[in-house]
Protein backbone atom coordinates (compact mmCIF):
# COMPACT_ATOMS: atom_id res chain seq x y z
CA UNK A 1 0.00 0.00 0.00
CA UNK A 2 1.77 3.38 -1.08
CA UNK A 3 -0.71 5.55 0.73
CA UNK A 4 -2.64 6.07 3.93
CA UNK A 5 -5.08 7.95 5.45
CA UNK A 6 -3.87 11.20 6.59
CA UNK A 7 -5.21 12.67 9.55
CA UNK A 8 -5.58 16.04 7.73
CA UNK A 9 -8.05 14.54 5.02
CA UNK A 10 -10.01 12.91 7.95
CA UNK A 11 -10.58 16.14 9.54
CA UNK A 12 -11.29 17.44 5.94
CA UNK A 13 -14.16 15.54 5.55
CA UNK A 14 -15.21 15.51 9.24
CA UNK A 15 -15.73 18.91 8.98
CA UNK A 16 -17.44 19.02 5.80
CA UNK A 17 -19.83 16.37 6.91
CA UNK A 18 -20.83 18.68 9.76
CA UNK A 19 -19.43 16.23 12.38
CA UNK A 20 -17.82 16.51 15.85
CA UNK A 21 -14.73 14.25 16.47
CA UNK A 22 -17.28 12.55 19.24
CA UNK A 23 -19.97 12.36 16.36
CA UNK A 24 -17.30 10.65 14.38
CA UNK A 25 -15.93 8.23 17.00
CA UNK A 26 -19.69 7.06 18.17
CA UNK A 27 -19.81 6.20 14.26
CA UNK A 28 -17.12 3.67 14.78
CA UNK A 29 -16.92 2.63 18.03
CA UNK A 30 -13.47 4.67 19.08
CA UNK A 31 -13.05 7.56 21.48
CA UNK A 32 -13.21 10.70 20.70
CA UNK A 33 -9.03 10.80 22.28
CA UNK A 34 -8.09 8.29 19.31
CA UNK A 35 -9.87 10.65 16.50
CA UNK A 36 -8.10 13.61 18.15
CA UNK A 37 -5.08 11.78 17.64
CA UNK A 38 -5.60 10.39 13.94
CA UNK A 39 -6.47 14.30 13.16
CA UNK A 40 -3.25 15.96 14.99
CA UNK A 41 -0.75 13.37 13.55
CA UNK A 42 -0.09 11.56 16.46
CA UNK A 43 -1.65 8.19 14.82
CA UNK A 44 -3.14 6.15 12.23
CA UNK A 45 -6.91 4.36 12.48
CA UNK A 46 -6.16 0.93 12.64
CA UNK A 47 -6.77 -1.13 9.32
CA UNK A 48 -9.71 -2.61 10.43
CA UNK A 49 -12.17 0.06 10.64
CA UNK A 50 -10.79 2.20 7.52
CA UNK A 51 -14.22 0.28 5.96
CA UNK A 52 -16.29 1.85 8.85
CA UNK A 53 -14.56 4.88 9.04
CA UNK A 54 -15.06 5.61 4.77
CA UNK A 55 -18.98 4.82 5.72
CA UNK A 56 -18.92 6.96 8.37
CA UNK A 57 -17.21 9.80 5.88
CA UNK A 58 -19.68 8.95 3.11
CA UNK A 59 -16.62 8.15 0.88
CA UNK A 60 -15.26 4.88 -0.60
CA UNK A 61 -12.40 3.15 0.85
CA UNK A 62 -9.72 3.67 -2.20
CA UNK A 63 -10.98 7.37 -2.16
CA UNK A 64 -10.49 7.54 1.50
CA UNK A 65 -6.20 5.87 0.91
CA UNK A 66 -5.66 7.99 -1.80
CA UNK A 67 -6.72 11.19 0.30
CA UNK A 68 -8.87 12.11 -3.25
CA UNK A 69 -13.19 12.67 -2.83
CA UNK A 70 -14.34 11.85 -6.04
CA UNK A 71 -18.28 12.32 -7.09
CA UNK A 72 -19.51 10.98 -10.07
CA UNK A 73 -22.05 14.37 -11.44
CA UNK A 74 -23.35 12.12 -14.60
CA UNK A 75 -26.01 10.53 -12.58
CA UNK A 76 -28.23 9.77 -15.63
CA UNK A 77 -25.05 7.90 -16.88
CA UNK A 78 -25.05 10.23 -20.10
CA UNK A 79 -22.23 8.59 -22.31
CA UNK A 80 -21.36 11.67 -24.44
CA UNK A 81 -19.56 12.81 -20.80
CA UNK A 82 -17.73 9.58 -20.45
CA UNK A 83 -14.33 9.58 -19.11
CA UNK A 84 -11.37 7.80 -20.56
CA UNK A 85 -8.19 6.21 -18.57
CA UNK A 86 -5.25 4.77 -19.77
CA UNK A 87 -2.01 3.18 -17.29
CA UNK A 88 1.12 4.18 -18.39
CA UNK A 89 2.48 0.61 -17.29
CA UNK A 90 0.67 -1.93 -19.20
CA UNK A 91 -1.93 0.23 -21.06
CA UNK A 92 -5.10 -0.81 -19.53
CA UNK A 93 -7.97 1.44 -21.05
CA UNK A 94 -10.62 2.04 -18.60
CA UNK A 95 -13.99 3.99 -19.62
CA UNK A 96 -16.31 5.62 -17.18
CA UNK A 97 -19.96 6.78 -17.67
CA UNK A 98 -18.42 10.20 -15.34
CA UNK A 99 -15.86 10.89 -12.71
CA UNK A 100 -14.73 7.94 -11.04
CA UNK A 101 -11.12 7.16 -9.25
CA UNK A 102 -9.22 4.77 -10.72
CA UNK A 103 -5.78 2.71 -10.03
CA UNK A 104 -3.72 0.40 -12.26
CA UNK A 105 -1.14 -1.15 -11.43
CA UNK A 106 -0.80 0.62 -8.20
CA UNK A 107 -1.12 4.12 -9.57
CA UNK A 108 -3.90 6.39 -9.16
CA UNK A 109 -4.95 7.38 -12.71
CA UNK A 110 -6.06 10.60 -13.90
CA UNK A 111 -8.85 11.02 -16.21
CA UNK A 112 -7.80 11.86 -20.04
CA UNK A 113 -8.07 15.32 -21.53
CA UNK A 114 -8.98 15.69 -24.77
CA UNK A 115 -7.90 18.19 -26.96
CA UNK A 116 -8.46 19.90 -31.04
CA UNK A 117 -6.42 17.43 -33.52
CA UNK A 118 -3.25 19.52 -34.17
CA UNK A 119 -1.09 18.66 -37.87
CA UNK A 120 0.56 15.14 -35.41
CA UNK A 121 -2.53 13.95 -34.49
CA UNK A 122 -5.11 14.80 -37.38
CA UNK A 123 -8.18 12.50 -37.07
CA UNK A 124 -9.56 11.70 -40.91
CA UNK A 125 -12.94 10.63 -40.70
CA UNK A 126 -14.70 9.45 -44.37
CA UNK A 127 -18.46 8.11 -44.17
CA UNK A 128 -18.50 4.68 -46.05
CA UNK A 129 -22.59 3.58 -46.04
CA UNK A 130 -23.69 3.88 -41.74
CA UNK A 131 -20.00 3.45 -40.64
CA UNK A 132 -17.13 5.73 -40.04
CA UNK A 133 -14.19 4.98 -41.54
CA UNK A 134 -11.59 6.90 -38.96
CA UNK A 135 -7.80 6.49 -39.81
CA UNK A 136 -4.66 8.43 -39.06
CA UNK A 137 -1.27 8.93 -40.52
CA UNK A 138 0.51 8.59 -37.67
CA UNK A 139 3.26 6.37 -37.11
CA UNK A 140 2.48 3.02 -35.38
CA UNK A 141 5.86 2.18 -33.84
CA UNK A 142 6.36 0.23 -30.36
CA UNK A 143 7.15 3.27 -28.84
CA UNK A 144 4.98 5.55 -30.67
CA UNK A 145 1.24 4.92 -31.45
CA UNK A 146 -2.08 5.36 -31.55
CA UNK A 147 -3.64 2.89 -28.79
CA UNK A 148 -7.06 3.33 -29.74
CA UNK A 149 -10.10 5.09 -31.33
CA UNK A 150 -13.31 5.61 -30.09
CA UNK A 151 -16.25 6.87 -31.26
CA UNK A 152 -18.94 8.16 -28.63
CA UNK A 153 -22.71 8.66 -28.79
CA UNK A 154 -25.62 8.99 -25.85
CA UNK A 155 -26.03 5.46 -25.42
CA UNK A 156 -22.95 3.82 -25.82
CA UNK A 157 -19.25 3.69 -26.28
CA UNK A 158 -17.53 2.33 -29.92
CA UNK A 159 -13.88 1.79 -29.04
CA UNK A 160 -11.70 -0.24 -31.44
CA UNK A 161 -7.92 -1.00 -29.44
CA UNK A 162 -4.91 -0.82 -31.80
CA UNK A 163 -1.45 -2.17 -31.54
CA UNK A 164 2.26 -1.25 -32.53
CA UNK A 165 3.04 -1.87 -36.11
CA UNK A 166 -0.39 -2.03 -36.89
CA UNK A 167 -2.57 0.20 -38.92
CA UNK A 168 -4.09 3.64 -37.49
CA UNK A 169 -7.84 2.66 -38.70
CA UNK A 170 -11.25 1.38 -37.92
CA UNK A 171 -14.90 1.69 -38.92
CA UNK A 172 -17.01 2.59 -36.37
CA UNK A 173 -20.78 2.98 -36.69
CA UNK A 174 -22.08 6.34 -36.98
CA UNK A 175 -25.48 6.11 -35.69
CA UNK A 176 -25.91 8.63 -32.93
CA UNK A 177 -22.00 9.32 -32.08
CA UNK A 178 -20.95 12.91 -30.79
CA UNK A 179 -17.46 12.37 -30.82
CA UNK A 180 -14.77 10.75 -32.07
CA UNK A 181 -11.33 9.84 -29.96
CA UNK A 182 -7.92 9.11 -31.16
CA UNK A 183 -5.40 8.04 -28.09
CA UNK A 184 -1.83 8.42 -28.69
CA UNK A 185 0.82 7.01 -26.25
CA UNK A 186 2.82 9.88 -26.21
CA UNK A 187 0.47 12.86 -26.59
CA UNK A 188 -2.81 11.66 -25.32
CA UNK A 189 -6.56 12.00 -26.34
CA UNK A 190 -7.47 13.82 -29.22
CA UNK A 191 -11.43 14.70 -30.52
CA UNK A 192 -13.44 15.63 -33.24
CA UNK A 193 -17.03 16.50 -33.40
CA UNK A 194 -18.26 14.42 -36.33
CA UNK A 195 -20.88 16.65 -36.71
CA UNK A 196 -18.31 18.61 -38.66
CA UNK A 197 -17.79 16.34 -41.47
CA UNK A 198 -19.19 16.61 -45.16
CA UNK A 199 -20.99 13.56 -46.07
CA UNK A 200 -18.28 11.38 -48.35
CA UNK A 201 -15.64 13.75 -47.26
CA UNK A 202 -12.39 13.74 -45.07
CA UNK A 203 -12.05 16.53 -42.22
CA UNK A 204 -8.98 18.16 -43.44
Known sequence: MNN????????????KRKLTQEELAER????????????????????SIIESLAKALDISVI??????????TNRSANMAKCR???????????????EALISCCGITLPPMEA?????DHNISAEVIEDEYYVSLDHPMT???YITFLAAVSDGGVQL???YPEGSAEARLMMRGV?????CCNRHGLFELDPRRLRSGKDLK
Open 4 to 15: YVTGALIRRLRE
Open 28 to 47: IFVSSKAVSKWETGQGFPDI
Open 63 to 72: ELLSGEDVRN
Open 84 to 98: FYVCPVCGNIIQTAG
Open 115 to 119: EEPDR
Open 142 to 144: KDH
Open 160 to 162: AKL
Open 178 to 182: KTIYA
